[in-house]
């Protein structure tokens, strides 16, 4: 039982490149989440799911698109990346109240 | 709206010391949820508790103690006899229910805790 995984653990992109952010959970849980931790502060809701094949923005939404075609992965992508999207990023997936986290990927963008 | 605001942002103590985090909290839901998390120097995030609004009672876990107070909406969180593994930092956090967007938790900006020896 992995819980939440995420791919890749590290990654560093020009501005304007794409890429996209996977996060795989085994645990059969509906909701799934994508966050981002930036220096001082507390982690803030990019995008979320309350099930296969529906996404829902969160509180910080420009730059990001998702898809949820599989319950089991979220996908985040950057169309095209700019340096305020350096960041980590954690993906996170929830059965009722309990947000099991994973454990992160570091993005910079130069 | 919903906020969370942990005023320390950075403590020092000494090993064996008690240390109190401090979690104030705004919302107008009457269901919610709150939590801490642990976020040790290698980035992953622990979770350390979960409240629900309809249970104030104060929970000990081992160091760990919780205060949970409805009237003045915080949530504080103690260590006592601290060590320097506790060295971290502490988020506090907010959830609607699951029906309210998602349960999207918010975050508070961290407290961050050293421990020194």
Redesign the interface.
């Known amino acids: 039982n992995a819980g939440v995984t995420q791919t890749p653990k590290f990654r560093v992109l020009k501005t304007g490149q794409s890429m996209t952010l996977l996060c795989a959970q085994d645990m059969n849980h509906e909701?799934m989440?994508w966050?981002r931790q930036d220096p001082?502060?507390?982690?803030?809701?990019i995008h979320?799911?309350?099930g296969e094949g529906t996404t829902?923005k969160?509180?910080v939404p420009d730059g990001y698109n998702v898809s949820r075609l599989k319950k089991q992965n979220f996908l985040l992508g950057l169309e095209s990346a700019a340096p305020s999207q350096t960041s980590?990023y954690?993906c996170?997936s929830?059965y009722?109240?309990?947000?099991?986290?994973g454990?992160?990927t570091?993005l910079t963008v130069t | 709206a919903q906020k969370?605001t942990q005023a320390q942002?950075e403590i020092s103590v000494v090993e064996k010391e008690d240390v109190t985090l401090d979690c104030v909290y705004e919302t107008r839901d009457t269901t919610y949820?709150l939590?801490w998390y642990k976020q040790p120097p290698s980035?992953?995030?622990v979770?350390l508790i979960?409240r629900?609004s309809f249970d104030e009672q104060n929970e000990i876990s081992g160091r760990y103690s919780w205060n949970f107070q409805k009237s003045t909406s915080s949530f504080n969180f103690t260590i006592t006899a601290s060590q320097v593994v506790d060295s971290a930092v502490y988020?506090c956090?907010l959830?609607a229910?699951?029906y309210n967007?998602?349960?999207?938790?918010i975050?508070?900006?961290?407290t961050e805790l050293s421990v020194k020896p």
Request: hydrophobic share 35%; aromatic share 24%.
């Open positions: 909701y989440y966050y001082g502060m507390g982690l803030r809701l979320y799911s309350v829902a969160g509180e980590v954690f996170a929830s009722i109240s309990e947000q099991y986290f454990p992160g570091r | 969370v942002t949820y939590f980035g992953e995030l979770f979960r629900n988020f956090a959830s229910p699951i967007q998602g349960g999207k938790l975050f508070g900006q961290g």
